[in-house]
């Protein structure tokens, strides 16, 4: 019988509602939740069913026979893969203690139950991808606001100028952001953007500023010294909300108009025009800070000065700018139930340092990356088990070698995810988790200006034998002894327990997969905005006491970037709309719309070598080398190349993603632990790389 299933989409991080009808078993169709996006779903959403139907994804636990990466497995059990692992970290906790194990997850909103399954164990050492993400954002959100990045929601659609420093916008796809910039463009509001290339996004801006490599900190100091300048800026708001705007003028004085363009290449009168511009439109002016800033080594500093625009535009709190988060308690309501918030904390130091070597550092997640130099070092202590669910660190952080090495000294390595990551694919257990189609998960929060409850619902049942993530974090728990706080058997109990604060029940969830908790947006009095912002002097702090407490200066006198030495150029790495980095690359519906990646090359730069659209070329960086197909384009500056991250995949039992196109990554060598001091995103795109045309045979896809 047909039947509609109200859930959430999990092909990417964002999470988007959806309704999937279901008829004897089988999913029939996917849409986004027509009460919140409209039925509206971006390419990889509605590739789902793919996923679901895939057969080149783990189907049952396994247990690695040979070496690490050998790709030799025995299938095995549930019980016998959870008391493998079981008796793995029960031998390494009595030997090494509690704190030797690191579980990293890729974040969001169920972040609770991993969370709470390594602090029940004992280990602080609860992180996730962020650091080769948007760390610094939120760092630097954090230096001004004392608020995360997601403090605050962007209105977007009310906005008269949207500007966006090498966010791509419209490729990276969340679904009610994309809808929402649309709705801004139809309604006049101006687009402008800046980057290194042209995109999906660039092209329909209003303006596109195509900068050198590694200077948005340059274009951003050059707006700020025009907008104070002209005193385009909100005065009376800046006088009553912020602290350090005179040390900011001063700052600035030197960073002209005339001397950005010098730095970035966008000539001064454009800059002088688009402030120009700007002053007659804000407060009603959003300059978003970015998602994924871990590129250049001042990348943090870029988007605190992004921040800054915001905060002199005084578009804060009023429609068409930055708004600030709203949750449960701003609606009358009570919270979710926690299951972390009923662990006792862990004591013991986090070996990554955050906290109290890098005091300046949000506790939250950490820096992933650190625990490599912890496991190589063993200082603050031995690192002996990584427990990586839905996080696959061979793919999003540089350099895999290095990591592997680091690997080396631990003793067991698990995977939980729907397919095979690289780094399952070297690990030592995989506990496959069922795709999101056929798992429930959660009740998760979605704050916003109109904060809601929403759940993922299973739509069919799972098609191998595999789990839900909640089954199988309850599976370790008890196995490990530490069952107790996860209390419940079932999906229902553990939706009821989470729901008893807040005097709703599932079935609230039945009419629309969510539960609003607001009829209309929340808006705070601009007018008093005491007590919202959470920096040591309650104040946006242009001068920051968290920064220079820890020794680092509020602003950081510009550096400029080093050019590629002669016959190299700057690798750079983006999105496409149709692949959620590695994660869908083997997906059978999205390889048919990309099945490789190719590099960017300026024209002129690709005529000096002689290389023409197609050619394939050798990208070489220090001892490793990628083989891909070279795109000849003017719109690319001519120290870059650039590709779209995730391919150049070496699982074998992911026939179509094997050896497809390039790994940057692999690329990426030495910068591992490279990365931004003050804000902590690690710096991807400092590598220059060689390019030369390729001897391999075209319909060669395995490197020799
Ligand atoms: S943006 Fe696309 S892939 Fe991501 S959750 Fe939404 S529909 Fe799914």
């Known amino acids: 019988m047909a039947k509609t299933v109200w859930s959430m989409c999990g092909m990417c991080s964002v999470r988007c509602p959806i309704r999937v009808e279901v008829d004897d078993g089988e999913i029939k169709w996917i849409e986004g939740n027509p009460h919140?996006?409209?039925?509206?779903?971006?390419?990889?959403?509605?590739?789902?069913?793919?996923?679901?139907?895939?057969?080149?994804?783990?189907?049952?636990?396994?247990?690695?026979?040979?070496?690490?990466?050998?790709?030799?497995?025995?299938p095995v059990s549930w019980e016998t893969a959870i008391e493998y692992v079981g008796e793995k970290l029960e031998k390494i906790i009595s030997q090494y203690g509690a704190r030797s194990v690191v579980l990293s997850c890729r974040g969001g909103p169920f972040v609770d139950l991993p969370k709470a399954f390594i602090h029940a164990l004992g280990s602080p050492n609860f992180t996730n991808h962020d650091s080769a993400c948007g760390r610094n954002v939120h760092h630097s959100s954090l230096s001004v606001y004392g608020l995360g990045r997601k403090g605050f929601v962007y209105d977007i659609k009310n906005s008269k100028h949207l500007v966006l420093f090498g966010r791509n916008i419209l490729s990276s796809l969340r679904v009610a952001e994309v809808q929402q910039v649309v709705d801004m463009l139809e309604k006049g509001g101006s687009l402008t953007y800046v980057d290194v290339r042209q995109t999906l996004t660039g092209i329909?801006?209003?303006?596109?500023?195509?900068?050198?490599?590694?200077?948005?900190?340059?274009?951003?100091?050059?707006?700020?010294?025009?907008?104070?300048?002209?005193?385009?800026?909100?005065?009376?708001?800046?006088?009553?909300?912020?602290?350090?705007?005179?040390?900011?003028?001063?700052?600035?004085?030197?960073?002209?108009?005339?001397?950005?363009?010098?730095?970035?290449?966008?000539?001064?009168?454009?800059?002088?025009?688009?402030?120009?511009?700007?002053?007659?439109?804000?407060?009603?002016?959003?300059?978003?800070?970015?998602?994924?800033?871990?590129?250049?080594?001042?990348?943090?500093?870029?988007t605190r000065a992004l921040?800054?625009?915001?905060?002199?535009?005084?578009?804060?709190?009023?429609?068409?700018?930055?708004?600030?988060?709203?949750?449960?308690?701003?609606?009358?309501?009570?919270?979710?139930?926690?299951?972390?918030?009923?662990?006792?904390?862990p004591e013991e130091r986090r070996a990554d340092g955050v906290g109290w070597r890098y005091k300046h550092f949000d506790k939250g997640p950490g820096l992933f990356h650190l625990f490599y130099d912890a496991m190589i070092t063993e200082d603050p202590y031995p690192i002996k088990a990584l427990i990586c669910y839905r996080h696959d660190p061979f793919s999003c952080f540089p350099d895999p070698q290095a990591q592997k090495e680091a690997l080396e000294k631990c003793d067991l390595l698990v995977s939980i995810d729907t397919h095979y990551s690289e780094f399952g694919w070297f690990s030592d257990v995989i506990l496959p988790e069922s795709t999101y189609l056929e798992r429930d998960?959660?009740?998760?929060?979605?704050?916003?200006?109109?904060?809601?409850?929403?759940?993922?619902?299973?739509?069919?049942?799972?098609?191998?034998?595999?789990?839900?993530?909640?089954?199988?974090?309850?599976?370790?728990?008890?196995?490990?002894?530490?069952?107790?706080?996860?209390?419940?058997?079932?999906?229902?109990?553990?939706?009821?327990?989470?729901?008893?604060?807040t005097g709703f029940s599932i079935e609230d969830f039945e009419e629309k997969g969510f539960v609003s908790l607001t009829e209309k947006p929340i808006m705070y009095d601009r007018n008093n905005l005491h007590g919202k912002f959470k920096t040591p002097s309650g104040k946006i702090e242009f001068v920051s006491q968290r920064l220079e407490e820890a020794g680092l200066p509020s602003f950081k006198p510009y550096e400029s970037p080093l050019h590629p030495p002669q016959g190299k150029f700057r690798l750079v790495f983006g999105r496409t709309p149709v692949h959620s980095h590695s994660m869908t690359i083997n997906n059978p519906m999205l390889h048919e719309l990309m099945p490789e990646n190719t590099l960017w090359m300026n024209r002129r730069a690709a005529e000096k070598l002689g290389i023409k659209e197609g050619d394939l070329v050798d990208v070489v960086s220090d001892t490793q080398k990628g083989v891909i197909k070279v795109h000849v384009t003017e719109f690319i500056h001519p120290e870059a190349v650039y590709t779209v991250h995730g391919f150049g995949r070496q699982v074998p039992l992911q026939s179509r993603a094997y050896h497809s196109g390039m790994s940057d990554q692999k690329l990426m060598e030495g910068l591992l632990l490279a990365m931004d001091v003050a804000g902590g995103g690690l710096c991807l795109c400092e590598k220059f790389v060689t390019v030369r045309k390729s001897p391999r045979n075209r319909k060669r896809r395995v490197e020799l």
């Open 36 to 74: 919140i996006l409209g039925r509206s779903l971006c390419a990889k959403g509605t590739a789902g069913i793919s996923l679901y139907r895939d057969c080149e994804r783990p189907q049952t636990p396994l247990i690695r026979r040979g070496g690490r990466g050998a790709g030799k497995w025995d």
């Open 204 to 302: 329909k801006a209003t303006r596109f500023f195509l900068v050198r490599p590694g200077t948005d900190y340059a274009l951003a100091l050059g707006m700020i010294n025009e907008v104070i300048r002209r005193g385009a800026y909100d005065k009376e708001f800046i006088e009553k909300n912020v602290v350090g705007f005179d040390e900011l003028a001063k700052f600035v004085e030197p960073y002209t108009a005339e001397w950005a363009a010098k730095e970035c290449g966008v000539k001064a009168g454009k800059i002088k025009e688009f402030v120009a511009e700007i002053a007659t439109q804000r407060p009603s002016v959003i300059f978003h800070p970015g998602w994924m800033m871990s590129r250049y080594k001042d990348s943090f500093y870029a």
């Open 307 to 345: 921040h800054i625009l915001n905060v002199l535009m005084g578009n804060i709190e009023v429609t068409g700018g930055q708004i600030f988060s709203k949750g449960p308690g701003d609606c009358g309501v009570k919270g979710l139930r926690s299951l972390d918030a009923q662990v006792p904390k």
């Open 441 to 501: 998960s959660m009740i998760a929060t979605q704050k916003g200006a109109k904060p809601r409850f929403i759940v993922r619902r299973q739509a069919v049942e799972p098609k191998f034998n595999t789990r839900a993530s909640w089954e199988i974090f309850k599976l370790l728990a008890d196995r490990l002894g530490i069952g107790q706080y996860f209390p419940y058997e079932t999906i229902e109990d553990l939706w009821q327990w989470q729901l008893e604060p």
